[in-house]
C-alpha cells in the first residue's frame, strides 16, 4: 500500500511540475522580438505587407530604414498563427543597381534581418513563408527611392 502511495505523490508532483512548466510557456508572447529591435537601434519601419492565405494572417513582411547609416532592412516575422512552427520562410532586399540580399531557411519566428546600404536608392523588398499547402510571398516594385 505504502508503494502505490508513493507512485500517486510522485505522479502528481509529475503533473504539477509540467502544469506549471506549460503556464510558463503560455505567459510569454508569441512575439518578444519586434521589426524594429531585430534590425537594431535607429531603424524605423516604412512599410509592411501581410502574407495570408484566404483567412488567416501567416506572416508580416516589414521594410525599415535607418536615416543615420543610410541602410534598409527587411524581416518577415510570423504571426500568432504561425509562431512557433518551424517554416520555410524568407526575406529579401535589393538595392536598385545592386545584387540581392536574402535569408531563407526553417524558422520558427522570423526570417532576417537582411541589411543594404540604399542611399538615394530605390529598393525592392520582400518576404515569404509555406505553411500548409501553399507559399506566400510578397515583392515589392522599385519604391521608397531616396
Not at 66 to 83: F, I, S
Request: glycine share 10%.
Amino acid at each position: 500500500m505504502r508503494a502505490s502511495v508513493r507512485r500517486t505523490i510522485r505522479r502528481s508532483a509529475v503533473l504539477a511540475t509540467a502544469t506549471a512548466a506549460f503556464a510558463a510557456l503560455a505567459a510569454v508572447p508569441a512575439h518578444a522580438a519586434t521589426p524594429a529591435s531585430i534590425c537594431g537601434s535607429g531603424y524605423v519601419q516604412v512599410d509592411v505587407e501581410t502574407l495570408r492565405n484566404s483567412t488567416t494572417a501567416l506572416a508580416r513582411v516589414h521594410l525599415l530604414y535607418n536615416a543615420a547609416t543610410g541602410h534598409n532592412c527587411v524581416v518577415t516575422l510570423h504571426t500568432d498563427a504561425t509562431a512557433g512552427f518551424r517554416l520555410p520562410t524568407g526575406a529579401w532586399l535589393t538595392p536598385q543597381g545592386s545584387t540581392t540580399r536574402k535569408d531563407q531557411d526553417l524558422y520558427g519566428s522570423y526570417a532576417g534581418p537582411v541589411r543594404a546600404y540604399a542611399a538615394g536608392r530605390c529598393v525592392s523588398w520582400g518576404g515569404m513563408i509555406e505553411a500548409g499547402v501553399g507559399t506566400y510571398t510578397y515583392t515589392s516594385p522599385w519604391e521608397h527611392c531616396g
